[in-house]
């Protein structure tokens, strides 16, 4: 069985997610919190899935206000090549308010992936550390 068509199956589902992902935003839901992604560098940081199900757009999470655990993928370059890094953590945070817009900034330092989730007002609500990285 020739290798290269399975290669070719992952890289692309990363584009056609990441072409998905070029339409505008939409409008927040006043009645929901609205979490916003920013990572630094080359990456990309992805939504993946609130309390366990899906997201339909990995740019953001919206979710009933209350706790949630939000699910994030980071895909890293590595080195200057075409080497990437995928990251898989979580963020737990049991006070989400409707129509309140949350930030979830993801960090990298070294080999240590992180991710802050701040408020409307700039204060550090949660974190999330401990990514587990496996090369993409």
């Given at each position: 069985?020739?290798?290269?068509?399975?290669?070719?199956?992952?890289?692309?589902?990363?584009?056609?997610l990441?072409?998905?992902c070029?339409?505008?935003?939409?409008?927040?839901?006043?009645?929901?919190?609205?979490?916003?992604?920013?990572e630094?560098?080359?990456?990309?940081?992805?939504?993946e899935?609130?309390?366990?199900?899906?997201?339909?757009d990995?740019?953001?999470?919206?979710v009933?206000?209350?706790?949630?655990?939000?699910?994030?993928t980071l895909?890293?370059?590595?080195?200057?090549?075409?080497n990437?890094?995928?990251?898989?953590g979580?963020?737990?945070?049991?006070?989400?308010?409707a129509?309140?817009?949350y930030k979830l900034?993801?960090?990298?330092?070294?080999?240590?992936?992180r991710?802050r989730?701040?408020?409307a007002?700039?204060?550090?609500?949660?974190?999330?550390?401990?990514?587990?990285?496996?090369?993409?």
């Open positions: 069985m020739n290798a290269k068509p399975l290669l070719l199956i992952p890289a692309l589902s990363l584009v056609l990441l072409s998905a070029a339409g505008p935003m939409p409008q927040p839901d006043p009645r929901e919190a609205w979490i916003s992604l920013e630094e560098g080359p990456s990309d940081l992805m939504a899935r609130v309390d366990g199900k899906n997201v339909d990995g740019r953001y999470f919206e009933q206000p209350g706790a949630h655990r939000l699910d994030v895909f890293e370059e590595v080195g200057g090549d075409s990437q890094v995928d990251c898989r979580h963020v737990n945070y049991p006070n989400f308010q129509g309140e817009h900034v993801e960090s990298t330092l070294g080999t240590e992936v991710a989730l701040f408020d007002q700039g204060k550090q609500v949660a974190s999330a550390h401990g990514f587990e990285c496996m090369p993409g």
